[in-house]
């Protein structure tokens, strides 16, 4: 059946027209988040050839994290650097599968950070997997670039979003004003607006968390997950779904299209780590974007965007989506 054609503006087109604080968004902004998205346009196309181009399997390298790096984790890597490098007003940019940022400029206003491609475990196996980005305002624009000027806390974004490659390529959008989502016209190459002003329901039936870490969890994450397992019986009152994919860019693009809870908490299999999802490019663009939908995001005691960076890929405990559900986390920890 064919739908009526709706005329869509495209990314550059809302970029455009947007405007934040009765502000035209400035236009070293404009061109940096065009470029990350002509990139993931790009790469949404690699992904889609996997093997057929030779692109699957392990690349033979560790990362920083001491995580095993998949062909597309580098060649991800490499196609954003090379579609952003020459943005103007980018003075430095870091990633999660480098240990140093890279100063581009050096000088500059805007910093961007990102997980070139999240979700690594699903890669050979066809599930969905995304790129997530973060931008900062660099504080001294005309000073060189340091790491400890990435170092700022969430709430200083000034955009970050994710694209998911899945059965379609989505982008999720946040400039402080609301977030948007666009979807890849694999024809024309260009990301249409689909979404405009998205929330969060505040109460859900669905949570997102990888039940074969329950036995080490803390006390406050097990006693929430039995009591969503009790439903209806239990002090809840209802009967709860769960959902867990392995790519927090699709379990988020989940919470953000039809509400619920993720987490990936702390758990004690290595208790100096405060969890398994970096702060700076992971755990704080998601925040931002849940938070701009209506949502909440906590590590258990505070909010993340509020927390301050004190390493580029610092670990954090992570609890985000539906307010009503992530009030009840935060409840739960304030008692422990
Ligand atoms: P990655 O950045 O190396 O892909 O790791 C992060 C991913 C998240 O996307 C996902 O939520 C989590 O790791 C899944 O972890 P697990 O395999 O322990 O369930
Ligand atoms: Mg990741």
Wanted: charged content about 20%.
């Amino acid at each position: 059946m064919k739908t009526p054609e709706i005329k869509r503006n495209n990314f550059k087109q809302y970029l455009k027209s947007t405007q934040i604080q009765g502000l035209e968004l400035p236009i070293g902004l404009q061109e940096l988040l065009l470029a990350i998205g002509h990139t993931c346009s790009k790469l949404s196309h690699e992904v889609s050839q996997g093997a057929l181009i030779g692109l699957l399997g392990s690349a033979g390298t560790g990362n920083v994290q001491g995580e095993v790096q998949q062909k597309l984790d580098v060649i991800a890597n490499d196609l954003l650097i090379d579609g952003v490098k020459n943005c103007s007003e980018l003075a430095g940019l870091a990633s999660e599968e480098m240990e140093l940022p890279l100063p581009v400029k050096g000088i500059g206003d805007y910093l961007l950070l990102f997980d070139p491609l999240d979700g690594s475990s699903n890669i050979d196996v066809n599930v969905s997997i995304g790129t997530i980005f973060s931008i900062l305002k660099k504080q001294e624009s005309k000073k060189p670039l340091q790491t400890s000027d990435f170092l700022q806390s969430g709430r200083n974004q000034v955009a970050a979003g994710y694209v998911v490659y899945g059965p379609q390529t989505t982008m999720a959008l946040t400039l402080g004003g609301g977030v948007v989502m666009f979807t890849l016209d694999k024809v024309s190459g260009e990301f249409l607006l689909i979404k405009d002003a998205v929330e969060i329901s505040h109460s859900t039936k669905e949570f997102s968390i990888n039940m074969s870490n329950m036995r080490q969890w803390a006390e406050p994450v097990r006693r929430y997950v039995e009591e969503c397992l009790a439903g209806i019986g239990g002090a809840r009152n209802k009967d709860f779904n769960m959902r867990w994919i392995a790519s927090m860019v699709a379990d988020v693009h989940r919470v953000l299209s039809r509400g619920g809870v993720f987490m990936y908490p702390w758990d004690q299999r290595d208790p100096e780590k405060p969890g398994k999802l970096r702060l700076m490019y992971e755990a704080n663009p998601m925040s931002f974007l849940v938070e701009q939908a209506g949502g909440m995001s906590t590590n258990g005691k505070e909010l993340i965007m509020d927390l301050v960076p004190r390493d580029l890929h610092e670990r954090v405990s992570v609890m985000l989506g539906s307010k009503e559900e992530v009030t009840l986390l935060l409840g739960y920890h304030s008692e422990d």
